[in-house]
């Protein structure tokens, strides 16, 4: 009797629409006949610096310009392909930014911590688009979960900057497709470091390759946890703090409200970033939002306590106060000399934004001190060299990096085409 390999005669095909030399933009498609799952719908930065281009009118200038792919049935000046599903691995705008095109028909999917912060970002008005209560079905971790007659998902919690980062393995009749989406491996990572038990030996694994690159071949993949870095960085400022935040970076958050009640200080966020502490049950008697009157948000937060501009200026020695760059004037009206403005991986991010610059001179006019406290939210390169190996792919695809060609190891791999639709067969037989 002789065993005929499924995948002799694979029906499924994969096809990347963006995202594959770029850190981010991510758009790969798994079809198997006529059913399509779309992993990630991620915004392209368009060169280097990562300086993202500004909204513009319409879709189809969009295409013209390069910023969304020419991807059939699910945007929402197209008629809609019912086969098609969205899955997101992760909130970050690289991978998920431009769901706001997406036709409201198109079901999307992501992990339940993901359509949880998804629909508090919602309710701050951060992502208006997309109705996530009505489009986005949320997928537990560890289960299989059938997507169309044939596509199978199973999404498995990874660690990254970003609540409710998620790998995911798609399973049709005859291929197993792995996803990374983006990873950090630091030493209490545990979830990146399962993955290859959960997930491994697959028919093609993609994976992201951040930090895959030439001048960070040989730096040491040891990298401490957030909290390791910023909390006793943190405690060792005596004077007042002005820090920013990501608010896809819930865990971040956490790690201020605790330094700050080591610390023995109020700690104040915007009404927006309040609602959502308040939603992740972060609230605590140290915790105040500013009272400031064109927020819409304030009427919904009931269980963290106002603080007004006036109390804020008394007490201002023991605040560490959030200040996001479009709030930055209010700084004037504070006695902010002498403190220590922390910027803590918030917009804008680095100097290749041209805000970074403004930001910079505003902290000097208003003589502040200047700390960058932020960790990366990406695994080293050894890392992922480590985790590719492990996962024991026919294939390996790295994308998501500047030089995806770095990642080599005892495994094939393979750097696609974007545009090209490649059978997934073609791409495991042994050359
Ligand atoms: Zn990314
Ligand atoms: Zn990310």
């Given at each position: 009797m002789t065993v005929v390999n499924?995948?002799?005669?694979?029906n499924t095909t994969i096809q990347f629409y963006a995202g594959l030399k770029t850190i981010g933009g991510t758009i790969f498609e798994v079809k198997y006949k006529e059913e399509r799952f779309i992993a990630d719908f991620g915004m392209i930065f368009q060169n280097k610096e990562g300086v993202q281009l500004r909204p513009q009118t319409t879709i189809s200038e969009l295409q013209a310009i390069g910023v969304i792919p020419s991807i059939s049935g699910v945007l929402k000046n197209d008629e809609i392909d019912r086969n098609a599903t969205i899955a997101i691995s992760h909130l970050h705008l690289d991978h998920m930014g431009l769901l706001q095109y997406v036709h409201p028909n198109v079901p999307i999917i992501m992990g339940e911590e993901s359509k949880a912060l998804y629909e508090h970002l919602h309710t701050i008005e951060e992502e208006p688009h997309v109705n996530v209560a009505q489009q986005v079905k949320s997928v537990p971790f560890h289960q299989p979960i059938q997507v169309s007659e044939h596509i199978q998902v199973e999404f498995f919690p990874v660690n990254h900057d970003a609540l409710g980062a998620s790998a995911m393995r798609i399973i049709t009749p005859d291929s197993t497709i792995v996803y990374s989406g983006d990873v950090r491996l630091h030493e209490s990572d545990i979830d990146t470091a399962n993955l290859p038990k959960v997930a491994g030996s697959p028919d093609i694994l993609i994976i992201e390759t951040t930090n895959v690159q030439e001048e960070f071949l040989d730096v040491n993949p040891v990298i401490s946890s957030e909290k390791d870095v910023l909390t006793p960085a943190l405690l060792k400022i005596d004077t007042p703090i002005i820090f920013n935040v990501y608010h896809r970076n819930i865990n971040r958050l956490e790690i201020l409200i605790e330094a700050a009640k080591q610390k023995d200080k109020l700690i104040v966020f915007e009404p927006e970033t309040a609602y959502l502490v308040q939603a992740f049950q972060m609230g605590a008697p140290h915790v105040r939002f500013l009272q400031v009157e064109q927020s819409r948000i304030i009427d919904s937060i009931d269980t963290i306590q106002p603080i007004t501009l006036a109390e804020l200026d008394r007490n201002f020695s023991k605040v560490w106060l959030q200040s996001s760059y479009h709030n930055i004037r209010l700084l004037q009206e504070l006695p902010v000399q002498g403190a220590t403005y922390v910027h803590s991986n918030g917009v804008p991010l680095g100097s290749f934004d041209p805000v970074y610059n403004e930001l910079l001179e505003w902290i000097h006019k208003v003589s502040m001190e200047y700390v960058v406290l932020g960790v990366s939210g990406h695994a080293a390169a050894a890392q992922i060299k480590w985790l590719a190996d492990a996962m024991q792919a026919k294939v390996t695809i790295p994308l998501h990096g500047f030089t995806p060609e770095l990642l080599q190891g005892p495994y094939k791999t393979f750097l696609p085409e974007t545009g090209t639709i490649y059978p997934v067969s073609e791409l495991i037989e042994e050359k």
């Open positions: 499924p995948i002799k005669n694979s």
